[in-house]
């Protein structure tokens, strides 16, 4: 059985949705690591860690892969972001 661990890091930002993007591009940024987890990305307030918010949406899709897309989208879900 492989043990898990979180990695909790502090950051500052301004409001909740500057937090959920700034775990979205850390996540994102170390993605290419087999050993991170997009869908278990969380974020909360310093003083109320008890209250997690997720970072992205993780559904299932066909094929095993996970949606990429931020937790509460309204779009189809995606299993890789477009290219720009």
């Known amino acids: 059985m492989t043990v898990?661990?979180?990695?909790?890091?502090?950051?500052?930002?301004a409001d909740l949705a500057r937090a959920k993007m700034l775990g979205r591009t850390a996540g994102r940024s170390l993605a290419f690591l087999a050993v991170v987890e997009l869908g278990g990305i969380t974020v909360s307030a310093e003083d109320d860690q008890a209250v997690r918010h997720w970072v992205f949406c993780d559904r299932k899709l066909d094929g095993g892969r996970r949606c990429v897309l931020r937790a509460d989208h309204e779009t189809p879900c995606l299993a890789r972001l477009p290219r720009r």
């Open 4 to 13: 898990r661990y979180v990695i909790h890091l502090p950051v500052r930002a």
